[in-house]
């Protein structure tokens, strides 16, 4: 992110990056909490959310500005929510 933003930006994009993610994932939780206690069958959710957080935790590395590594590390913590 340094890379992207310059040193003094770094620490507040990290922020913003780091608590989006976490919102976007404690929301999911209550949500798919929620379902699977619904479903009958919440092994498609479980091999969605992992296959989203191996896939774009492995294209941060690709990103070419903030708002790419922020869309990136908040679905894949969607998925981790999943």
Do not use: C, E, N
């Not at 340094?2 to 913003?16: D, K, N, S």
């Not at 608590?19 to 619904?38: C, E, F, Q, Y």
């Amino acid at each position: 992110v340094t890379q992207l933003t310059g040193a003094a930006y770094a620490p507040m994009a990290l922020g913003i990056i780091q608590g989006a993610s976490d919102a976007i994932a404690t929301v999911t939780k209550l949500l798919s909490g929620w379902l699977a206690d619904r479903v009958p069958y919440y092994k498609p959710f479980l091999l969605v959310g992992y296959g989203m957080v191996g896939l774009f935790l492995g294209l941060i590395g690709t990103a070419q500005s903030v708002i790419t590594i922020l869309v990136y590390k908040t679905i894949a913590w969607f998925g981790k929510g999943l």
